[in-house]
T-cell receptor
């Protein structure tokens, strides 16, 4: 079966750095996405990785290792507004999007 | 105004009732999707449509039906609602092409079936 694993919940401090991990076992791989979802709101696109390595976008970076079936989302200089759930999703060989359950990130002052 | 609009945003209904959730989009995208989200679970695909004449079942289509009335409109129906269909429902769109994962979501429709 296809599976995406993320921690259920993480806590971090305002101004700090946090890394949210995602591991996947899917039938094929055509890309990995990270989405942000604030409570009660729609998910919004953060990043896309299809090649190994780090993609940086402002305070957010996303890393991919296809050989290890592993990605992480790195958030720097945390702000209170970063409190949200972060969803990892993988496109499989049939171009279907497989979603993880999401990681709820709690930011404390 | 939102690019992807869902109505109603909230609905409480009783077991056995027929419910329709509507989605319209102004992004000009060909591809539209219906997902449900439950606490502790990932988004699960109910149905998707790549154009007006194309309808496909997702992983959890039982108990649901859809209609693609136009490129911009995609509605989801629950013919006879049951309590385990209580969930947050999202409509989403994406553009044609190889980069098929970037989805644009509506604001969600929270459905409660009593």
């Amino acid at each position: 079966g296809q599976n995406i694993d993320q921690p259920t919940e993480m806590t971090a401090t305002e101004g700090a750095i946090v890394q949210i991990n995602c591991t996947y076992q899917t039938s094929g791989f055509n890309g990995l996405f990270w989405y942000q979802q604030h409570a009660g709101e729609a998910p919004t696109f953060l990043s896309y990785n299809v090649l190994d390595g780090l993609e940086e976008k402002g305070r957010f970076s996303s890393f991919l290792s296809r050989s290890k079936g592993y990605s992480y989302l790195l958030l720097k200089e945390l702000q209170m507004k970063d409190s949200a759930s972060y969803l990892c999703a993988v496109i499989d060989s049939n171009y279907q999007l497989i979603w993880g359950a999401g990681t709820k990130l709690i930011i404390k002052p | 105004d939102a690019d992807v609009t869902q109505t109603p945003r909230n609905r409480i209904t009783k077991t056995g009732k027929r419910i329709m959730l509507e989605c319209s989009q102004t992004k000009g995208h060909d591809r539209m999707y219906w997902y449900r989200q439950d606490p502790g679970l990932g988004l699960r695909l109910i149905y998707y449509s790549f154009d007006v004449k194309d309808i496909n079942k997702g992983e959890i289509s039982d108990g649901y039906s859809v209609s693609r009335q136009a490129q911009a409109k995609f509605s989801l129906s629950l013919e006879s609602a049951i309590p385990n269909q209580t969930a947050l429902y999202f409509c989403a769109t994406s553009d044609r092409g190889r980069f098929t994962g970037e989805l644009f979501f509506g604001e969600g429709s929270r459905l409660t079936v009593l």
